[in-house]
């Protein structure tokens, strides 16, 4: 009898470790409107919390994710804030740094006081969770490309750690839109409990995201990408081709929509091109521009009259070397005039890929069919602030266009599409000129929630 106890023990166990993401507090994302970071400082540089719960309470989010990073005494600020936020009605997620954006890889700053080791702190969050109710999740931050350190084994072994202690304290990595693929899913389905996403671009990211979290149909995006952390040689490339037949004509044209989500200045490596034949009719370094989506307009008449068909490609090709150099070129809209391509973008399976060096496509994928096996939560971040705002989307960047972006976001939560909206360092001072815009908007949207639940 006492063995067959051992036995029942050990099975419970080992079925509590296999499902630990299952759990989290009931309601967790449900009106899931939030705020993170840029915190309200006083002179010597601890966090002024009545100021923050002010300011918060007016926003009108129903959570604030709170960054452990900035000066080591966060972590006592943060005891001090949760009982006096929670007056006001409103969750914090404890928000913490990866290896790589601490020393010895990046700076002088860590996550203090434990520092990078993640599975005290999954046990000391649990534990302030507990005498703080209103602390119901954490997050760490650009979690995937720290996956090295953080494999489903690793994060298994932490979220074990932080559910002994509170069950329903839920965990969440950030990762970008471009990484939530269904092989991301697969991988780390069971031992995380949803996950926040940065920075949207467009509605098409938010769909395929959805898609992959949820076990749906997912169609590759038609895209050509480059990796980052990883080094390529000159003449390095991607190339996604498509036949196409010759109609009768004295003029022949190809026209598409395009972007990148590079927006900085480093020049001169990662070229996009659009090729006939062989011949590079179009094309524009990854460097600088918006990030936002630009139409295309070739005159290709040279290089195909006279002929009966032409093979008409994409490529991203690199004229010098990188070592750390990411990159992704989404494609769309593809039209030709007097030209019958054998295939459009909204069929990326049937695009003959090939290539050399690291590079990757989305075009000559075939689309996974998803049978629904599980929901993963995830919550879309987006810039709130000017600066970051146009390091991620590109100039002009305005307050309009933040808030632009917010709605989107915002409008996918409402039609079931993400489970919840984040600003990203939202400027919550006094002259701030995006405040006021993202708050209209979550008083907005979080005031036809509420009137959608009292009509039930």
Known sequence: MRTLMIALVLSIGAASQAQVSQTPAPGLFRQHLADYDAELRRADGRVDVDAMVARLKELGVTTYYWLVWHVPTDWDDL????PKVAQAGIDVWVYLVPPSESPPKYGSQYSE??????????EEIARLSLQHPNL???VIDDFYANHALFTPAYLRQMQA????????LAFLPLVYFNETTATFAEDYREVIDGVVVAYLQDRDEIERTWAALNDADVVPPSELSFPPSTPSKVGDFVTASQSA?????DRYVLSFRERDDFTGSTAGYHFKQLLVNGAVVWEQDAAG????WRKVVVD??????GKTSVIVAFRLFDKKGVSNFGVHWRLGDLAAENLRLAADLTEPGKWKMDRQGAFEAGLGGAVKEGRRRFHIPFISMTAGDLREFGERHGDPATPERVAAQLRLSLQAWREGKCDGVVTYCLDKRPQSPTFPLAQK???EFRGRDERNDRGK
């Open 161 to 168: 750690r932080a559910k002994r202690i509170n069950p329903r």
């Open 245 to 249: 037949q010759v109609l009768p004509a």
């Open 289 to 292: 521009g918006p990030a936002g």
């Open 113 to 122: 006081p434990f520092r990078l080791d993640y599975q005290r702190w999954a």
């Open 79 to 82: 005891k001090l804030f949760l």
């Open 136 to 138: 119901t999740a954490w």
């Open 441 to 443: 908007l979550f008083y």
């Open 300 to 305: 290709v008449t040279g290089q195909v009259r």
